[in-house]
């Protein structure tokens, strides 16, 4: 069902002739790759930042290290920065930031526990969603869950 999703996805980015960029910090590029997997992937999919480290998300999006060092690298916060910090670097119509807690050894407590991910999404000035996910599972699990529901999101954008 996933591929479907994404199939669908890509197929009105491209009608609507819509361009998409990733900020990709807990899922490493996989939203991005799974992406490039369409047919004409190139006619929508512009690129995409894996920023795993909270450094990166300084020096190269912009990001406030004071944001980061409030809110953690792992946080709704920094998530919607790096998306933001993403249009001074690619050109596209659609920018989604991705960071989380799939795996122990970040900003987890028992408030935010290992499985909770952090998508935002922006065209032009618009939010297009804001959403904080809690999955369980193993990493690999919960990335690929993040993943395919941040394609759904999409979808659902795209086709309202």
């Known amino acids: 069902m996933a591929k479907e999703i994404f ?9 609507r002739k ?11 590029g996989r939203l991005a790759a799974e992406f490039s997997l369409i047919t004409d992937a190139g006619k929508f999919l ?14 190269l999006l912009k990001v406030k290290k004071e944001l980061i060092d409030k809110y953690t690298p792992e946080s709704m916060e920094v998530t919607r920065a790096i998306a933001l910090g993403l249009r001074s670097l690619i050109e596209a ?3 989604i930031g991705v960071t989380g807690l799939p795996a122990p050894g970040g900003s987890e407590n028992s408030e935010k526990p290992v499985g909770t991910m952090f998508l935002y999404a922006i065209k032009d000035n618009e939010i297009i969603f804001a959403e904080r996910c809690n999955f369980l599972g193993e990493p690999e699990a919960i990335i690929m869950a993040t993943v395919n529901h941040c ?3 999409l979808l659902e954008y795209l086709e309202h």
């Open 7 to 15: 199939e669908a996805a890509g197929k009105i980015l491209i009608e």
């Open 18 to 28: 819509l361009t998409i960029a990733f900020a990709e910090s807990a899922t490493a």
């Open 46 to 59: 512009r690129g995409a930042v894996v920023c795993y480290d909270a450094n990166l998300k300084v020096e």
């Open 93 to 95: 119509d659609i920018y």
């Open 151 to 153: 394609a759904k999101l």
